[in-house]
């Protein structure tokens, strides 16, 4: 395994690529792996340009990876008697959480903060068989939400506080937290005090913004519910329809389909109104900003940006490369790309102009 926490500077250079004109986007920069590494993913993005993700040793053993705003990359340690790390998610503060595992059990929830230090977060008690835990999601408060699972017991949505202690709150795989540690499961909604609130209609559920609006759908389409649970069908015009995430500001995005099943992405605006934005294309949707900007991929495997008008920002992929981009901020965009004779590395593109209104 990598040993102790590294600090070597990447070699941030940018692999030859698709032209792409100076006001759209820049890249992809090459952000390097651990040192004796193989490959390495960036997974996710921070406002202040903290990337996390993943890197790969020789031996194919995952280790957690963070990257600080110079490029510079550092190892996400494991818990003592355990060997590699999944990494799951990340705030805005810089504090990781995701699985130390090993390959004869599996996770032990773990948090790191800045320092890189890891932390096992606790053991729910008093339920036997819950000996593993996934964290989810991680707010801004240091709060950590993710499922406590393994036979006899069903799965279980946890919470920890900012020390580390856990709150069983029910039956149920988590997906989401707000920063106020408002929890939702598939079907569930916890409000802070860990009280289930009542979603008329019920449904499946994506995500939860600070004002404690929950997205998903209804009846197979597309749907939001208010803090009281109160519900919003947001289309019936198309076959079906589903909302995947709500950012920040309000903005709800998600896919549509129609009748011969292509799917494209469509963003609502904070008012409700809806905008396909590959229409006659078949796109998928990966992550929005926090000001509304959408990461997606076109039919042909193209990875794209919409900002908040609209406009197509095609991510430049190095000739003869195949490029995944999986998070974004308002500056930047994450993934990993791969050109014939190297391995894949993590990699990071810039905006020319920032695609939202999030300062740095």
């Not at 008697?81 to 503060?93: N, P």
């Not at 995701?98 to 977060?121: C, I, K, M, Q, Y």
């Not at 005090?193 to 019920?202: E, H, I, K, M």
């Not at 490369?321 to 990993?336: H, M, P, Q, R, Y």
Request: charged share 20%; aromatic share 6%.
């Amino acid at each position: 395994m990598f040993r102790g926490v590294l600090a070597t500077a990447a070699a941030m250079t940018v692999l030859a690529a698709v032209p792409a004109s100076a006001d759209e986007v820049t890249g992809p920069i090459d952000l390097g792996t651990l040192p004796g590494g193989l490959t390495s993913s960036g997974l996710l993005v921070t406002n202040h340009g903290t990337v996390f993700g993943e890197a790969y040793d020789k031996a194919f053993d995952v280790h957690g990876a963070r990257w600080d705003a110079a490029g510079r990359i550092s190892e996400l340690r494991p818990l003592d008697g355990y060997s590699t790390v999944k990494a799951t998610a990340l705030s805005e503060a810089g504090v990781a959480v995701g699985d130390s595992t090993n390959h004869v059990t599996t996770g032990r929830a773990t948090r790191w903060d800045a320092s890189g230090v890891p932390v096992e977060l606790e053991q729910p008690t008093g339920f036997p068989g819950y000996a593993w835990s996934t964290p989810v999601a991680v707010n801004e408060s240091g709060m950590v939400a993710g499922t406590a699972y393994g036979a006899p017991g069903p799965d279980a949505a946890v919470r920890w506080d900012s020390q580390g202690t856990v709150t069983v709150l029910g039956l149920g795989r988590v997906r989401a937290m707000n920063d106020a540690g408002a929890v939702i499961s598939e079907t569930t909604y916890w409000d802070p005090a860990g009280t289930v609130v009542a979603l008329t209609d019920g449904g499946s559920l994506h995500d939860i913004d600070n004002a404690g609006t929950v997205v998903g759908s209804t009846g197979g389409h597309a749907a939001k519910w208010d803090s009281t649970g109160r519900p919003t069908v947001l289309d019936t015009t198309w076959e079906a329809s589903e909302a995947l995430a709500i950012a920040a500001d309000g903005t709800i995005v998600g896919e549509v389909r129609d009748k011969d099943a292509t799917t494209r992405i469509a963003r609502w605006d904070p008012a409700g109104t809806l905008t396909v934005l590959a229409d006659g294309a078949d796109s998928r949707f990966t992550a929005v900003s926090p000001s509304g900007a959408v990461l997606g991929q076109l039919d042909a495997g193209t990875p794209v940006v919409w900002d908040r008008a609209g406009r197509v920002l095609r991510l430049p992929v190095p000739e003869g490369g195949i490029c995944f981009a999986k998070g974004l901020n308002d500056w930047e965009v994450t993934g990993s790309c791969s050109v014939p004779g190297q391995n894949s590395h993590a990699v990071l593109w810039r905006f020319g102009e920032p695609v939202g209104n999030q300062a740095r």
